[in-house]
């Protein structure tokens, strides 16, 4: 009789600048320095094959694109050059079979997987790949940042904005911030639930009075401030 794997799989999920790279990296650092195997994966081809975090710290990392197979992937680094983990940055874009192929891996190969992503889209929804993760994962754990809506409630949405219009249809892949629509200023903005629906509800035709005004109507922050947990080694 074999024995179960003791490895698990592992999701964290939080906002943008959540610091979820910057997690990413420094696990992967954790691991390697333990003179562990890691492969670290993104989704994203903008980065070039690499995990990068607003802090300023990088590293090469395997692409996964839709035709990827990961089990096949790990078992092919596993006996090749050994594998201990996998690090999965940008993980809510992995497809929902691909997320399957990461418990497959923890449970046939005994490899630790640690997936960091976003859990709902501009359109404010779950993530295919994400919603697979709570499904699947062992643990599940929400990234704590002190990120703030323009109106100082904490931001827990994320909303694209199409030159300087929020939006709530659209692919769920146009990757915001570096323009991949030529034409089309695209960039993404951290809201409140509230804010989040604003557009959404003037559009429907609703009652938008709140029964207090906000305080402080603070500028628009792109880049939140990132928390003193995530800086810490
Ligand atoms: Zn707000």
Same mark, same amino acid.
């Given at each position: 009789?074999?024995?179960?794997?003791?490895?698990?799989?592992?999701?964290?999920?939080?906002?943008?600048?959540?610091?979820?790279?910057?997690?990413?990296?420094?696990?992967?650092?954790?691991?390697?320095?333990?003179?562990?195997?890691?492969?670290?994966?993104?989704?994203?081809?903008?980065?070039?094959?690499?995990?990068? /975090?607003?802090?300023?710290? /990088?590293?090469?990392?395997?692409?996964?694109?839709?035709?990827?197979?990961? $089990?096949?992937?790990?078992?092919?680094?596993?006996?090749?050059?050994?594998?201990?983990?996998?690090?999965?940055?940008?993980?809510? $874009?992995? +497809?929902?079979?691909?997320?399957?192929?990461?418990?497959?891996? %923890?449970?046939?190969?005994?490899?630790?997987?640690?997936?960091?992503? #976003?859990?709902?889209? $501009?359109?404010?929804?779950?993530?295919?790949?994400?919603?697979?993760? #709570?499904?699947?994962? *062992?643990?599940? +754990?929400? #990234?704590?940042?002190?990120?703030?809506?323009?109106?100082?409630?904490?931001?827990?949405?994320?909303?694209?904005?199409?030159?300087?219009?929020? %939006?709530?249809?659209?692919? #769920?892949?146009?990757?915001?911030?570096?323009? *991949?629509?030529?034409?089309?200023?695209?960039?993404?903005?951290?809201?409140?639930?509230?804010?989040?629906?604003?557009?959404?509800?003037?559009?429907?035709?609703?009652?938008?009075?709140?029964?207090?005004?906000?305080?402080?109507?603070? !500028?628009?922050?792109?880049? !939140?401030?990132? /928390?003193?947990?995530? %800086?810490?080694?």
């Amino acid at each position: 009789m074999t024995s179960l794997s003791q490895a698990t799989l592992k999701f964290f999920f939080g906002t943008m600048g959540s610091g979820k790279s910057t997690q990413a990296l420094q696990i992967r650092h954790n691991l390697t320095s333990r003179g562990l195997h890691v492969l670290l994966t993104t989704q994203l081809d903008r980065q070039a094959g690499r995990v990068s /975090s607003r802090l300023g710290v /990088s590293a090469e990392a395997e692409i996964i694109t839709a035709s990827s197979d990961l $089990f096949v992937l790990a078992s092919q680094r596993r006996t090749r050059a050994g594998l201990d983990a996998i690090v999965c940055d940008e993980a809510q $874009f992995y +497809s929902p079979e691909q997320i399957e192929q990461l418990a497959r891996v %923890v449970d046939l190969l005994e490899v630790d997987v640690f997936a960091f992503g #976003l859990l709902t889209s $501009f359109q404010g929804e779950l993530f295919p790949g994400s919603q697979r993760l #709570l499904e699947l994962a *062992d643990e599940r +754990s929400e #990234l704590q940042v002190e990120a703030r809506c323009f109106c100082g409630r904490r931001a827990t949405h994320n909303a694209r904005l199409v030159d300087g219009r929020q %939006v709530y249809a659209g692919a #769920l892949m146009v990757v915001g911030d570096t323009g *991949d629509r030529s034409d089309a200023d695209v960039v993404y903005e951290l809201r409140c639930r509230f804010h989040w629906h604003q557009a959404k509800w003037e559009h429907e035709g609703h009652q938008l009075a709140l029964p207090v005004e906000p305080a402080s109507r603070r !500028p628009m922050i792109n880049t !939140p401030i990132q /928390s003193d947990a995530e %800086v810490r080694t």
